[in-house]
């Protein structure tokens, strides 16, 4: 029965060929074959310095290196007429290249078959599971997310267009001082005790600029304060406003 060798990564004489031929820097389709028989060669020396039983496939391919080796080192002979180059000659390395090439296709898809069986091994799967006497809890209320300052700026944004567009057509200007303080302390007493909840845009019954403006900016220093909560059942959906009580 044959005994395979396989020193470090080496497990075939064409496995060893490529490592030689990375090592050395060198061209796959001009290969030095002085070079490259002498480097394999003292690869088999070596194997059988280490009293190693050396399979017969690199003893083969240290074979035909050398007919490969001796065929490049014979004289070219001219059977054409001088002047006509014989570009159609036989280059006695293309079967060699030829299998270096297939096999480093191989070799190279190999490499990635095992990554991916490297990564499927760090993923778990299980059975799916039968989830229906789960149904019943999945038609509970869903719990809001709260919003951010950009959702809020959102909604003082459609607040503004949705007031302007309701504006009566003729109305008397007059000037009025609004404190966010005092508004803080409206916006509080506007809204419930209990978890009950309402709309941000209740929070501004009045269409003047300045009013909005100033009740935006208390919403937005009581949300700061942790003393109201801003919520949103969905994307885009009505903003709900409500205290912040020891129970949400």
Do not use: C, W
């Not at 029965?1 to 060893?16: H, R």
């Not at 389709?29 to 280490?50: N, R, S, V």
Request: without cysteine; charged residues 35%; aromatic residues 8%.
């Amino acid at each position: 029965m044959e005994y395979k060798v396989k020193i470090d990564a080496f497990e075939g004489p064409l496995d060893l060929l490529l490592h030689l031929i990375n090592q050395l820097e060198i061209d796959i389709y001009d290969i030095p074959m002085a070079d490259i028989t002498e480097q394999y060669l003292d690869y088999i020396h070596m194997m059988k310095t280490l009293e190693l039983n050396v399979a017969s496939e690199y003893l083969v391919m240290a074979a035909t290196l050398l007919a490969i080796k001796s065929k490049m080192l014979l004289p070219k002979q001219e059977t054409e007429p001088p002047g006509d180059e014989l570009d159609n000659e036989e280059d006695p390395r293309d079967d060699l290249v030829g299998k270096l090439l297939e096999y480093k296709k191989y070799k190279e898809a190999a490499r990635e078959l095992k990554q991916l069986e490297n990564n499927r091994s760090d993923m778990f799967t299980k059975p799916p599971s039968d989830l229906s006497e789960f149904a019943s809890d999945m038609n509970v209320k869903k719990i809001p997310a709260d919003v951010t300052i950009y959702d809020m700026i959102g909604a003082l944004n459609k607040l503004l267009r949705r007031k302007k567009l309701q504006k009566p057509l003729s109305t008397k200007i007059t000037r009025q001082e609004f404190s966010i303080e005092e508004r803080m302390e409206e916006v509080l007493n506007a809204l419930p005790e209990t978890p009950d909840r309402k709309r941000f845009s209740d929070l501004f019954p009045f269409q003047d600029k300045e009013y909005i403006v100033v009740t935006f900016l208390a919403i937005l220093e009581l949300i700061k304060r942790h003393e109201i909560i801003a919520e949103q059942e969905k994307n885009f959906g009505e903003i709900m406003v409500a205290r912040k009580g020891e129970n949400r």
